[in-house]
């Protein structure tokens, strides 16, 4: 018996040494060559937006979107930040960026720059944007009742947000225009231009100007965090809506990433609920409850206001 144990032990070690064994998938370092290429040659999906808010948010906004976007597609994704609106539109123009989050004038100047351009979603709140006209309360500007009170802010001290902003400066002096008051018609014969949002919010506040348009959208998140100060700085107009924001895609995306890429993209963007903790937390950061399909023809006003001030050309 004992020499019969001994057999069937040896039998029994010689089939284990010949199963294949289980191990951890090696670092791409240590990978054959051929396969260690094939690794490092998978497209990343390269995602951007306008820097329309303080770079913590946006930071946090998009490492979370790219987390997402990664796990729904089965791709790699990174956030690539820029410096400026234009930076976005450039990048995007070279291919340096497959996704952005634009504004309205933004999208259209990247689309009109990029044929083939995909619109893939945009905010359920974005077919009807509003901006808000804010000032300081020691300004002695009061609430305005139609667009035409607009005529007050001659005069002032204004700023507007980023050039290129859509609900910081290209609606706004659209407004202002259709009330009879020119950029010249403001103190020092010009208005300012902030950069973003919140800093138009900080610096009326702080009385350094006496009003200035903002993003209703940003305009009540800081309400909300108390960073707006209604004792300091007050909403004193709301424009009518119009479209602003959207994702906007690189045409080449099915080639790059395989046939059908686009729409699996842009079903999964549509695919973000509240119910989905990553996804609720990603949807509130954007202000929405969720994303919905683009009509493109909508963002012909914006093109149209675009040629008229000379942001398009």
Known sequence: MRTRERWTAALAGLCLAL????????????????EAQQTKSRPVLRIGAIP????????????????????????????VP?????AAVAAFRTGSLDLVWFGGLTGVQASLQKPGAQMIAQRDIDAQFYSVFIANTRSGIKPIQNQ???SVLKGKRFT?????STSGRLMPQYFLSQAGVKLSDFAGGAPGFSGSHDATIALVQSGTYDAGAVNEQVWKS???????????????????????YLWL?????????????????????LSWRPSDPEQKQIL??????????????????IEQVGRQIGKIR
């Open 19 to 34: 199963l294949p064994a289980v191990v951890a998938p090696l670092p791409p370092q240590l990978l054959p060559a051929a």
């Open 52 to 79: 329309d808010q303080n770079p913590e948010k946006l930071n946090r906004l998009y490492g979370l979107v790219a987390a997402e976007l990664s796990q729904q597609l089965g791709v790699t994704v990174t956030y």
């Open 82 to 86: 820029v410096t400026d609106y234009a």
């Open 148 to 150: 035409k009170g607009l």
């Open 160 to 164: 507007f947000g980023s050039e290129s």
């Open 222 to 244: 800081n309400l909300r965090s108390g960073k707006a100060n209604r004792s300091k700085v007050m909403q004193i107009w709301r424009t009518p809506s119009y479209p602003d």
């Open 249 to 269: 895609g690189q045409p080449n995306l099915d080639e790059r990433f395989g046939k059908g890429f686009t729409a699996k993209l842009r079903g999964a963007i």
């Open 284 to 301: 509130s950061l954007f202000g929405a409850q969720q994303f919905t399909t683009v009509k493109a023809g909508e963002y012909k006003k």
